[in-house]
Nanobody, 121 residues
Framework: VQLQASGGGLVQAGGSLRLSCKAS????????MGWYRQAPGRQRELVAT???????NYADSVKGRFTVSRDNARDTVFLQMTSLRPEDTAVYYC????????????????WGQGTLVTVSS
């Protein structure tokens, strides 16, 4: 099972970016998906999560600016980021709480490789 994130880059403050993360491999089902981020010198923190039924949860710092969504048919989670601020600069990691097909992996959280978002002032 693999998670492949994409969409990071350099953007000016006030701009927008859209991150994508696709899970692939022998997957039976995916429960929660979402995004965390880690800025230099700081601990990894939750950004947003979404359940299989579409219930969402956001960090207070991104509420009203970021939107998490998912395409269950394509095992993909998205993060639409608007009104970006320099303090949003971080490596963004996607995750999926999933169950592989029997014998094809370990159930639980699986992580993508991270994608760098840099917001210039």
């Amino acid at each position: 099972v693999q998670l492949q994130a994409s969409g990071g880059g350099l953007v000016q403050a006030g701009g927008s970016l859209r991150l994508s993360c696709k899970a692939s491999g022998s997957i039976f089902n995916i429960k929660d998906m979402g995004w965390y981020r880690q800025a230099p010198g700081r601990q990894r923190e939750l950004v947003a999560t979404i359940t299989i039924t579409g219930l969402t949860n956001y960090a207070d710092s991104v509420k009203g600016r970021f939107t998490v969504s998912r395409d269950n048919a394509r095992d993909t989670v998205f993060l639409q980021m608007t009104s970006l601020r320099p303090e949003d600069t971080a490596v963004y990691y996607c995750y999926a709480d999933l169950v592989p097909h029997l014998g094809r992996g370990t159930p639980g959280d699986h992580w993508g490789q991270g994608t760098l978002v840099t917001v210039s002032s």
